[in-house]
């Protein structure tokens, strides 16, 4: 017993001394392996400099040169503006491009390529600026308008965004390959005038032309380029107030003022450094705090520290309207009425954009047509306010109990309401969920999808309640108020009224404003009366800008945010 | 040894094919398509797209066609990134991942050795309990933690001495490789660590050592060329594994230091449903990482030559 002991604590001595003695090379392997690190990143920098030599400076804001540092969440996917879909593109394209109109200072409708332009019931007619030039110096003329529009509407094609073109003549026909591309109704009989015939009367038409797939196309370039088009910085021929100088697929995009631009003397900016492209909102406020970029949106996570640094802050509207969508299909319990109504007496959006929500900007919704959209003179809700709803239990169970026995159910099953994946809609269909638990005491399972299947599921009617949004395409009413229409197949819940159908097509055919707001003003009494949907919230931005940067705009409408008339001011 | 290598390559490729036919018709079971976007299109169009895709031919006909394409190094072109092929994504984005991968792996294995073998020196002592609590902890914090406070304190050092010490994200030079790398690798580290230390006490205790001292072989000697080199060896099993996983995991690091890597390609691409993206990148990261086991085994033998595999 005593031996072991004793041969343990030599043991233990003699580990000590090796301890120490075997510590000296290792501190030394420690040294060597800090050098080796330092060693091995001078070496590569090194290596990276004889690669590239060009090194880029990434300041927020930069007064003598007039250049700007931003960023964007994710990688421009398509700048062939007759394919282009999505908004990131959007973005990047309304700096580069421009259309045969533009939007002013003010969010109203210009004169872009076209210097002026005629609207009637059957044609429309625009007259292209002589000074109109592509980034090459050659000029913009109206067979580049033919080219694109014909381009984006040929069935082979195959380009998501037609649709917007069917107001043409014709337009539909030859999208579906029923009429050869020759019926068109597009003819340029001058070099500079282009001559529109339309299908239909539209009262809009003007409004679309700011949007990409109205954009021109140099057929020669395009042909060239063929498959590549749009693909890379030297792959697009520009028509807009900045070119893309250079594309660092994933990494960067650096804008250049474009020379050839015909109003080029009122762009300010010289340079548009995109110089990060990621989705991680915090790291793109820590971009802004280190004056790397020059304005960057905020998430309620991030608000009170925005607030603390006592950053410029600013908000404004999206434009994109998020709703409750039922589905009406006859097999399902929401195609109720009553049931339908019980919600609409319970839910209380304030709440939601107040409480849960709490961002500036938000909005509860309360009309299918969010409060940016213009009537005849003022406002739509201004003119037609939206009808409200006051939230009372009582009614809302007698409906409930009205539901049960038009259904013949005695027990309500479990509801499944569709959402998608993200930290905002995690905690609004759980809200949801609480909501009619306590006050209906109504069961719903949350069906949390990414984004395709959510759609899947959405189109193939696999759902009770989805929270769905919308966002406009172009500014008219119409862009919300035709989404209900039996036809229409972004109407995933296959809502389908009479009345409904009628007030879409006079807002869709007829010319006069009168008539017009009037059929949106139905259109809003319908969706509530019906309980069609029920409107959630219309969304807000909230944004932190560099204070020497001024005159940005973000709009509801096209390219958001618009840099094109920015410029920076001295530093104080 | 060449009899081998060959078997290797040949399992390989099974392998990778057997990855390339379960990703094939996994994500052709999942509900929703590429093609499927935001504003629903008419049928005809949808027809058109389908055409154009290629997806209107029945599924084991398009199972026929892309491993021709695979066959020939094809991988198609993007559905989201349209006029870009996946070839070409993998090759503009693969380097970089790889680049910050090397490097973090690098930083992992090397402190992961040292500190392993420090804590195994002296065990159960002060050194050891501190480090193996950092270890815990680098373990189970997942990285991207480390990577948003890494960054906020970047930003706070920077505007507290009023110059940037280091670029806070972003991709250009080395300095913006420095802190993704260490983060990267840290939970890498951790982990070897760990088995170092284990390795280290095993060997600590085995005959060969007691031998060694008995000889008379002074302890550096006997610390650096019998223990070290031995206890290094289970290290470089994992190696393999650990390239493909900080090359691939490197997803969250990538977006929060706005790095161009492929990472955030493979994730987005699922998200998607981008068919040829996710086939690109699945059957190229498990390629990689096949390739990265089989050349560890056969590094193996240089490093033990009991090991060495005869002819």
Redesign the interface.
Known sequence: MRLKQDDSNQQKSSQE???N??????IL??CL?IV??FL???A??NL?QLV?SQ??V?EAVNWPDQSITI?IA??P??L?NS?S?DQSSGMILGHVMEGLLRFSDDGSIEAGIAERWEITSSTATFWIREEARWSDGSPILAKDFVFSWKTALL?????????LLYTIKNGRAV???ILPENELGLSAPEPRKLIVKLERPVAYFDKLMTFPTYFPIQEKFYTQKS?????DAK?LIYSGPFIIKTW?????LLLEKNPFYWDRDNIQLNQINI??????A??KL??F??G?IALTDLTADNLDNAMKNRWSIKESQDGALFFLEFNHRASRLTSNLSFRKALQYTIDMDELVYQVTKLPGYLPGKSIFPVWLHGTNRLLREEYPAPEVELNSAIAKRHLKQAQRELGISVWPDLVLLTGDTPTANTQSEWLQGVLKNKLDLNIKIDKQ????????M??GEFDMVMAGWGPDYDDPLTFGDLFASW???N?GRYASREMDNAIEIAQSSTDPNDRVKAFNSIQQIIFDDAVILPMYERGLTYVIHPQLKNVKRRVLGASTDYTKAYVTSPP | MWTYTLKRILQGVITVWFIATATFFGMHAVPGDPLSGEKAVSEKVRANLEIKYGLNKPLEEQYLIYLKNLLLGDFGISYTQENRSVNDIIKEHFPISASLGILSLIFASISGALWGALTALYRNKYPDVVIMFMVILCISIPSFVFAAISQLSLVNLNSLFNWSILPVGGWGTVWHMVVPSIVLGLSTMAYLTRLMRSSMLEIVNSDFIRTAFAKGIPPQRIFLRHQLRNAVLPLVTVLGPSIAAITTGGFVVEMIFAIPGLGRYFVQAVQQLDYTVIMGTTVFYGAFLVFMVIIVDLIYGLIDPRLRIDS
């Not at chain 1, 069935?155 to 649709?163: I, K, L, N």
């Open positions: 001394t090796f301890a003695a075997a510590a000296k090379p290792l392997l420690f392996a080796f690190f091995l990143l001078w590569l920098n990276s590239s090194t880029t990434n960023a994710e990688e996917p398509q062939n394919l879909t069935p082979e094609t195959a380009s998501e965004y037609a649709f999208n579906e390959g498959e590549r088009f749009g693909a792959d660092v697929h994933g990494a960067r110089g990060y492209i990621t989705q991680d915090s790291a820590n971009f705090q280190d790397k990414i984004f395709k299947q959510r759609l899947a599921k189109t193939s229409n197949l972004n995933r």
